[in-house]
């Protein structure tokens, strides 16, 4: 089922054959391997339920159309080393939707003309992916809780496939920033005003919060997707969490069935203003993190 019998397992060593159009890979799992991951996101869509989510995430149908675009990019740019059918699945897209037992679906807005942006007043409704990569968490977030996604992204490479996405999306609900996430914050249309702010792999806890929480309004969450050892990263704020804004602070732990670990989000509640210092230059947060050296990333 899960791809652990001999078999199976044989399948999913097997280098996939591209199929060209023209000179460009355009998809490389076989009918069975898609098969593979529409039961992997089947069986993970029934896990989240169990894990307490208590509604159903919209969009499901288009997750195999993204997984698809994924793994065809992924020939041309490194996107992920993950692309076995169930690990598409588990790691990316229900590791993800892990994020929606605390955002929940995105408030309505009374605005939200097509194709607009990022007015100020529906700034709530947007929630901001700090190192996007290939839109994990952000764009599930997006299909699954009906959230406009703000994908940040540095690489060009990266921010080019991340516009790819946007045909899986209402129009409009995609925005993708190529650039820093530092010089974001300092976006007088979006500092202040996020009501959400997601990262995954991106960093350590109080680099995460330096890009992320001036950008939050007050009452917005920041939530960091981290491996079982993360708490220890809240440590790391200790001196800092006034000059933030960070208030609350609360974990999340859920061990996903069979071997696809035991994962963690560690949430910060948005609480007054952040410090117009921070954050400082692009490139200082990450060469001199404000907990200090100690070890650990993202
Ligand atoms: N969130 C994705 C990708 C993680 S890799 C996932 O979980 O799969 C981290 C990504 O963050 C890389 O693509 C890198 O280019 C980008 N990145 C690193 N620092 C950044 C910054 N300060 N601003 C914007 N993007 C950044």
């Known amino acids: 089922m899960l791809g ?3 078999l199976e397992r044989g399948v999913q060593g097997r280098r996939p054959v591209p199929l060209y159009v023209g000179r460009r890979a355009v998809l490389n799992w076989t009918a069975h391997e898609e098969e593979r991951f529409q039961d992997a996101l089947r069986q993970g869509l029934g896990w989240l339920k169990e894990a307490g989510l208590s509604w159903e995430p919209a969009g499901t149908d288009r997750m195999l ?7 065809s990019a992924n020939m041309r740019i490194n996107l992920t080393a993950i692309t076995d059918p169930e690990g598409v699945a588990w790691k990316h897209f229900i590791d993800s939707m892990l994020g929606l037992l605390v955002v929940g679906r995105a408030p309505r807005t009374s605005a939200g003309g097509e194709g607009e942006g990022n007015p100020a007043g529906e700034a709530a409704a947007w929630l901001a992916d700090l190192g996007a990569g290939a839109g994990f968490p952000g764009v599930v977030l997006g299909l699954a809780g009906g959230w406009n996604c703000l994908e940040v992204e540095a690489q060009a490479k990266k921010a080019a496939f991340l516009r790819e996405l946007e045909g899986l999306l209402r129009p409009g609900q995609l925005q993708v920033w190529a650039g820093r996430a530092e010089r974001l914050a300092r976006e007088e249309a979006w500092r202040e005003r996020l009501g959400v702010v997601v990262a995954r792999a991106l960093a350590r806890l109080d680099v995460i919060a330096e890009y992320g929480m001036p950008l939050l309004r007050e009452g917005g969450l920041l939530v960091a997707y981290k491996g079982p050892e993360g708490e220890r990263e809240l440590e790391l704020l200790d001196a800092f969490r006034e000059e933030l804004g960070v208030g609350e602070a609360t974990v999340v732990r859920r061990r996903l069935p069979h071997d696809w670990g ?7 509640t948005k609480r007054g203003r952040s410090d117009p210092r921070y954050p400082r230059r692009e490139g200082v947060p990450e060469k001199r993190p404000l907990g200090g050296r100690q070890s650990g990333k993202g």
């Open 65 to 71: 159309c993204y997984a698809r675009l994924l793994v």
């Open 4 to 6: 652990v019998g001999g």
């Open 262 to 268: 035991e994962r963690l989000l560690l949430v910060l």
